[in-house]
């Protein structure tokens, strides 16, 4: 695999799951989605979206919840949109994982 850097802006990064500290990030760790689970493991709650400002606008969030999701998807698990960016930008624009969800309305007290 190529290890370049300075990737070009159509190539998808590449996202690492990060089981310990219940992540999905980009290799340098700046860019992250952090989930808790609930229900005995069952449902996955997303609680924050974290890009770094100078990467915003480029679709990286997305990457990173894509990766999420099909870990979701994967391991039969739901998922509570809690971050904003979920509920309100990722989900609505990519409405097919919305069968993924645990309840379209529900997010938790965090
Ligand atoms: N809630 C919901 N949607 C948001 C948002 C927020 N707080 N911040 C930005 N967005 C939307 C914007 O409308 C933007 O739409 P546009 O492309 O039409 O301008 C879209 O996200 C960009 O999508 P994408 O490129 O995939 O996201 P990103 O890589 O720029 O990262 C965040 C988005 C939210 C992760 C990033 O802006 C960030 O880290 N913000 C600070 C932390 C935060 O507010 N996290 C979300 C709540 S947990």
């Known amino acids: 695999m190529a290890t370049v850097s300075g990737v070009a802006a159509t190539e998808a990064p590449k996202i690492v799951w990060n089981e310990r500290d219940k992540r999905f990030e980009t290799e340098d760790k700046k860019a992250y989605l952090e989930y808790e689970l609930r229900n005995g493991g ?3 709650d997303i609680t924050h979206t974290f890009v770094p400002s100078s990467k915003r606008g480029l679709g990286l969030a997305s990457h990173l919840s894509v990766a ?3 870990h979701a998807q994967s ?3 739901s ?3 809690t971050c904003s960016y979920i509920s309100d930008t990722f989900v609505p624009r990519n409405p097919a994982w919305k069968s993924v969800l645990f309840s379209e309305d ?3 007290s965090i």
């Open 75 to 77: 391991n039969k698990l």
């Open 42 to 44: 069952k449902v996955m």
């Open 106 to 108: 529900l997010k938790s």
């Open 68 to 70: 999420a999701f099909n």
């Open 79 to 81: 998922v509570i949109p």
